[in-house]
């Protein structure tokens, strides 16, 4: 991490996504089902077929160099040698990425794991996480990835990270976690080397978890990558299994009354994949609750509800105010274009500890 530039782990360069079909294929014209012998490298196979099965790390390498998908970062042989990158998110094992969720949905725990979960005012909970990722105006590609540390109950800042990141992968719907998740994951293992103190508890993300087209959202892949808790918060109904926004849901969103009421999100196989809960009293939306790892969703649902102000959960919304407020900064220094892309792509140098109060200043109003 330090003071080098934000690197992107995520599956991009090698290959190349086809929006119409559940994986990525490369170089189509590559013989399929070989089996590996020495110097080869299984990559995983297309579940569309189009894909190879099996290829040479060393060709690979050798047509997509680290720098094209690493971003200048160290190792050779695309990090099969010298400096390791993690299974998950390496383009030499996660050609295939529905293969790859296949793969990690298995490690997914949705269960309560931890005491302060089986307690009901949920004692033992002193700190709760949230991430965000935003998107500078006009920009798909440029964005910040923010991680703030709040106290609980108190709800107060106490930690805070935010760096420019550049998104090589591009968006893929059902796949939104190869995007963004590598970064989400820099940031929670940059506070775990540099302020292991202020490790959350829990963490809540602006996605889904469970409530997913093959039930893996990005709450389940930073939780399984994290091995932390993590519960997905999204503010749109993924509509997949049978659930529609039709007239029968805005039916069930009118009968929601009053703060923490909630109703389940059973889709056609008959599996609840959610909540959808009023948050505020005065919100006249619901929030999308799904379970992402480490967590039941009855638990999952209680906590989200305490933790929200107003219509957001604080920490997810702490995390896009910071996240918004460090574009505003970066992009509006002085100096040459040059020098503001170089800025752009550089993380911050010390993570912020925030006083007991938190940071003022934000304008606090429902959205």
């Known amino acids: 991490m330090g003071s080098g530039p934000a690197v992107a782990m995520g599956v991009a360069s090698p290959m190349t996504f086809r929006p119409h079909s559940p994986c990525a294929a490369v170089k189509p014209n590559t ?20 894909g190879p099965r099996f290829r040479s790390a ?7 160099p680290p720098s094209s998908w690493l971003d200048g970062q160290k190792g050779d042989w695309g990090g099969l040698e010298g400096r390791a990158v993690p299974r998950a ?32 005012t949920f004692s033992g909970l002193q700190r709760v996480g949230g991430l965000d990722v935003s998107f500078v105006n006009g920009e798909s590609s440029l964005a910040c990835a923010s991680l703030v ?16 990141i550049r998104l090589k992968a591009p968006y893929v719907s059902g796949f939104l976690a190869f995007r963004e998740v590598p970064f989400l994951v820099e940031l929670v293992q940059r506070l775990q080397e540099k302020e292991p103190d202020f490790m959350p508890q829990v963490l809540l993300v602006d996605g889904n978890g469970l409530l997913h087209q093959r039930g893996f959202g990005v709450a389940c892949h930073l939780g399984v990558l994290t091995d932390l808790p ?26 929601l009354q009053a703060g923490g009421d909630t109703f389940p999100l059973m889709g056609n196989s008959g ?26 969703l009855e638990v999952a649902v209680r906590l989200t509800h305490h933790c929200c102000r107003f219509r957001i959960p604080e920490p997810i919304r702490q995390a ?4 918004r ?10 100096g040459s274009q040059a020098q503001r892309q170089e800025s752009f792509c550089a993380p911050s140098q010390h993570p912020h500890l925030c006083p007991a109060a938190g940071r003022r200043g934000f304008q606090e109003e429902l959205p």
Request: aromatic fraction near 4%; proline fraction near 6%.
């Open 149 to 164: 540390v709040l106290s609980y109950p108190e709800l107060k800042v106490v930690y805070e990270d935010s760096h420019m």
């Open 320 to 323: 896009d105010i910071r996240s």
């Open 230 to 255: 993590c519960i997905g918060v999204a503010k749109k109904l993924l509509q997949v299994d049978g659930l529609e926004n039709n007239s029968l849901h805005k039916e069930k969103i009118v009968l």
């Open 58 to 64: 060393r060709r690979v390498a050798a047509r997509f």
């Open 271 to 296: 599996t609840v994949l959610g909540m959808a809960l009023k948050s505020h009293d005065r919100s006249t939306k619901p929030l999308y609750v799904s379970v992402g790892h480490r967590i039941s």
């Open 89 to 120: 998110l390496s383009p030499f094992r996660c050609l295939c990425p529905a293969r790859e969720q296949a793969r990690l949905k298995t490690r997914v725990v949705a269960r309560d794991t931890e005491a302060w979960q089986r307690d009901p």
């Open 31 to 50: 013989r399929l089902h070989r089996r590996p012998g020495p110097g080869r490298h299984a990559v995983g196979s297309c579940l569309c077929g189009r």
């Open 325 to 334: 407020e460090y574009i505003r900064r970066t992009l509006g220094h002085p």
